[in-house]
């Protein structure tokens, strides 16, 4: 029997106590995009709008990062994503992955510093959100291209 194909499209979640960062990527081609920002109200995420992305993008899979210390100790928002995790799950019956999410903040901080001249105007923070979850996304796509190869 075949084994089954890889998922091709993925979506990405940078979660947080008010906001969650939204990517969309393609395992095929090594690629994701930011995508949107969703609210997070009283520790509810906005799921109508969470289905409304899914239901568009038909992923085959979600990948959740997860904060962890630099010395890779649990902190509180590690518990929170990883609940978030588990309700997608549920929620969406789809494989959910987890991956580290490592100063993807502060890179996205850089990143979008960096597209704009290195100058530096109000910070757009649901760009950041959504950048994050962009390289949230990267990591977990380099991650799995490191173990086919």
């Given at each position: ?50 289905g409304r992305l899914i239901e568009t993008w038909r ?36 494989p959910v992955y987890e991956t580290d999410e490592l ?31 962009q390289l949230i996304l990267d990591t977990f796509l ?8």
């Open positions: 029997m075949p084994e089954p194909a890889a998922p091709r499209t993925l979506l990405g979640f940078d979660y947080g106590s008010k906001f969650i960062g939204v990517a969309v990527g393609q395992q095929l081609t090594g690629t994701s995009s930011p995508l949107q920002t969703i609210k997070v109200h009283d520790d509810k995420p906005d799921w109508p709008a969470i992923p085959d899979a979600l990948v959740v990062g997860i904060p962890l210390h630099m010395d890779g100790r649990e902190q509180e928002m590690t518990h929170a994503a990883r609940r978030f995790a588990k309700r997608l799950e549920g929620r969406y019956h789809l100063l993807t903040s502060l890179a996205a901080d850089r990143i979008i510093s960096g597209q704009q001249g290195g100058r530096r105007k109000p910070v757009d923070k649901d760009r950041i959100h959504q950048v994050s979850a380099t991650e799995i291209r490191n173990k086919t190869l």
